[in-house]
């Protein structure tokens, strides 16, 4: 007979991604409405209201979400400093920023 051998792997949960920044949709606002972070920071945002949302930037810019039915989320990685405002186009009187240091 041969030996058998057997490895067991289990999982283990990741740790947070340093500079990950969460925006919750909820209730018809971006929450937090303005979010100040470092270069390289990846920011999500997540969509709690019943109704679909977007995060689109305000004129151009990199942001440009599908639409976030329920539940969704959008991510995007901040490269380069500035000022980075996006609303909903769905519903544009929704208004958030991004301050990228």
Do not use: E
């Amino acid at each position: 007979m041969s030996a058998v051998s057997q490895t067991v792997l289990t999982a283990v949960p990741k740790a947070p991604v340093a500079g990950a920044q969460q925006v919750t949709i909820a209730n018809y606002a971006f929450s937090p409405s303005t979010l100040t972070v470092s270069k390289g920071t990846t920011v999500t945002w997540t969509n709690n209201d019943s109704d679909s949302h977007t995060v689109t930037s305000s004129g151009s810019g990199p942001l440009n979400s599908a639409t976030l039915n329920q539940g969704a989320s959008y991510s995007y990685t901040f490269t380069t400093p500035g000022t980075y405002a996006y609303i909903c186009s769905i519903h544009p009187f929704m208004h958030g920023m991004v301050v990228v240091q």
